[in-house]
């Protein structure tokens, strides 16, 4: 399973994944694979990381864990396959961009061509049973992915980490905030939306400006 994992990233996490309680994790995820139905497929398992190379790194988001839906995971926090109708978190995603930059929603929601361009998008547990929300919680993804934020922090400079939501916020101590740029809103769910947490954080339009400021290409949302 960890073969599939990105060479940048697997030079960068090498000594994380060599200790005990990753393999135990593979391990439990193996078997969990093996004798339930497990989201996202396994080959998918570390797509965030394979689509955006350490070395190519622009934005994190952050996620909890996959959507345990029928088809909809896809190894990338938020994004559905694009074939699969986008879910209300997504949706309200989609008319935050529109709203702040005028641009149409697409036509699907697949997010693989924001990871392209070099948005992590990271969600804390990689895998998840199926219909079962947050049911891989606790088996040791949130350690590995708390040693990814800390060691993007520690090796690059003028990452744009967007924490959305109470549990997403939490992560910003990780964060070295003198190094990074954090933008921190409510979450995109409908709750939160309809709760005014979520419209007009205009996190879109602020990405695309510090990237600019920084001499660099902004986003094709």
Known sequence: MIDTLNSSW??????????????DLLLKIESEYESKVCYPKKEHIFSAFNFTPFSELKVVII???PY??????????????????????LLNI??????????????????????????LLLNATLTVEAHKAG???????????????RRISNEKENIIFLLWGGFAKKKAKLIDKDKHHILTS????????????????????????????????????
């Open 10 to 23: 697997k030079a960068q996490l090498n000594h994380e994944i060599s200790k005990p309680y990753f393999q």
């Open 63 to 65: 996620g909890q864990d």
């Open 68 to 89: 345990h839906g029928i088809g909809q995971a896809n190894g990338l926090c938020f994004s559905v396959n694009e074939d699969v109708a986008p879910p209300p978190s």
């Open 94 to 119: 989609f008319k935050e961009i529109n709203q702040d930059l005028n641009i149409p929603f697409p036509n699907n929601g697949d997010l693989s061509r924001w990871a392209k361009q070099g948005i």
């Open 135 to 149: 049911s891989h919680l606790g088996l040791g993804w949130e350690k590995f992915t708390d040693e990814v934020i």
């Open 186 to 221: 409510g979450h995109p769910s409908p709750l939160s939306a309809n709760r005014g947490y979520w419209f007009g954080n205009k996190h879109f339009s602020q990405v695309n400006e510090i990237l600019k400021s920084k001499s660099l290409p902004p986003i094709q949302w």
